[in-house]
């Protein structure tokens, strides 16, 4: 698979290219940073008016960080999950990022970022 740098983010947005990434071993942790930059700009954008910059909200799990006061996760940790998707899905409102991957995928992501390469392959191999 190859990859233009320029539209590597675009290219990841698609869930299809995403789960091909994780099989080929090509996703890595440096697409996750740049998926959760993304969405970070949406979120610190405030068009949903929930945008809580400093965890001051009374719903904020972790104080002194940027949260969503809807649903009080800590954005740092809310981007990254690539199972998980804006807040406002949950209040059936139009949200402004979506996940990109399933729970079970994502799991596996994690799975294959943590194993070392000869564990990937051995995996890989089996039925
Ligand atoms: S997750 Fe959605 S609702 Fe929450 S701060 Fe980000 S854009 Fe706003």
Redesign the pocket.
């Known amino acids: 698979m190859k990859i233009n740098p320029e539209n590597l983010l675009k290219v990841w947005k698609s869930k299809g290219q995403i789960l091909e990434g994780i099989v080929n071993k090509v996703f890595k942790q440096d697409h996750i940073e740049e998926i959760s930059a993304e969405?970070m700009s949406?979120?610190s954008s405030n068009?949903?008016g929930?945008?809580d910059p400093d965890g001051s909200s009374e719903r904020a799990a972790v104080k002194g960080q940027p949260a969503?006061?809807?649903?009080g996760c800590a954005?740092e940790l809310?981007t990254r999950c690539l199972s998980c998707h804006?807040?406002?899905k949950d209040i059936n409102q139009h949200?402004?990022?979506e996940a990109v991957v399933s729970p079970a995928e994502e799991t596996l992501l994690r799975e294959r970022m943590t194993q070392p390469d000869g564990a990937q392959e051995d995996t890989a191999t089996q039925g």
């Open positions: 969405r949406i979120c068009l949903c929930m945008y969503c006061a809807g649903c954005l809310k804006c807040h406002l949200p402004l990022w």
